[in-house]
């Protein structure tokens, strides 16, 4: 069992960095991924293909050579089933395998996946292999996870089959295995759709476990992600108890910060400071909003540095609506920046075609014009009222109902004003 477990070691890990990637063995950084598929297809034998392909997946995906390995998948697929005795180990790894296979914006992995773990668990099953059974549960409920991205009813069903893997590595020493499924029990749990804060108290308690057992096998990487999904756990708890909770998220968000800063994982940092920002941005008052904008502006320096323009979108917009509060407060220093964040942040929702974002933005930026001194009053009354007829138009056109009643009364204020230009 001990390959099976290197095997299920090697896990897919997704945007919001939830499972610990061990380190990687050794392979040469420059195959050349045609000549190691060619080869897998000449040898024609099951067990070699899935190892060949299991050790160089990551390494055929950089090289856009997905098409042909899934179609050594899909041989392999074929013969197994064809097959008169094939072993669940060779099922679960074809799951594995699928299950890592990086796919934007579709499912099919996840799902074809899920049926080649169902074969392994039934064949295992029957044979009482019980660490076999409780691998393959860990990988299953890892991938129903990824599926509750776009449907939240497959966490309810992650939760017992990792439960019951955890029961498997209750009685071991392998911190690691536990740690993992903690984390994915505390995320499974803290994303259950039910009402009340119980499901992200047993959330949050998995999340402890898991980061106690990171830290007691040194995995930093580990420790970091349980503190940062503690400090996600504690923004929704702020609905029970505000001041405590996200005083609390501020400090997970810290934590995870400074582990992932050691690490050197820039998108991880450039995340949590998004996020820190935003749990410090909820506490209202001016000293935190102070601290939110320290925040807000690493995250946008870290998003150029990557050259994310998605996530530089969103943060920009973040950043502009954040200093547009602070002149609420009275720092009218923060008027400009605001606008140049909102004006940044609008130019990337149209590059990259997010209509939400724009008029976002556009609401934004009607606000600053209506902010404008006397001087400017005609111009800025024309700016704001060409915004706002825009971000109402795609509001409209979004079927955003709420949206569009809020812009609507806005629109309604300039006419009763006398204020409306033609």
Known sequence: MNFLQSLFAKKKEPMHARVQEPEPEPKPVDIDAADVLLELAERRDVDYVLRGLDAHLERIQQLDCESEALRLLNWAEGELRLAHAPQPSQFALLGNIWQRLQ??????????????????????????????MA???????????ELAKNDPQQYAEAIPLLEEALQY????????RRADICLNLGEAYSG?????????????????RSGALYERSGDMRGQAMAQGQLGDVQVELAGQDRQ??????????????TLFVELQDLPAMARYQERLADAYGRLGEVEHLRNSLRAAQRA???????????????ASLGLGRLQLTLVGFGEEEELLPAFEQLRRALGLFRKLNDRQGRAECLMGLTQIYLHGDNERQEADMRQAFDCLAEALAIYRLLGDDEAVAFAQRMMDNFDRAGDRVE
């Open 192 to 208: 259950l759709q039910e009402p009340g804060f119980d499901h992200y108290e047993l959330g949050r308690e998995f999340l402890q």
């Open 103 to 132: 796919t934007p914006q579709t499912e099919e992995p996840f799902l074809r996946a899920m049926d080649f773990y169902g074969l392994a668990l039934t064949a295992y099953r029957g044979a009482q292999e019980l660490e076999g």
């Open 300 to 314: 946008v320096e870290l998003y150029e540095k990557l050259e994310q323009d998605d996530d530089l979108a969103r």
């Open 244 to 257: 405590t909770a996200l005083t609390k998220a501020v400090r997970h968000y810290r934590n995870a910060l």
């Open 169 to 176: 590595y209750e009685n071991g020493e392998d911190w690691s």
């Open 135 to 145: 691998i393959v549960q860990s990988n299953m409920g890892l991938a129903l996870i």
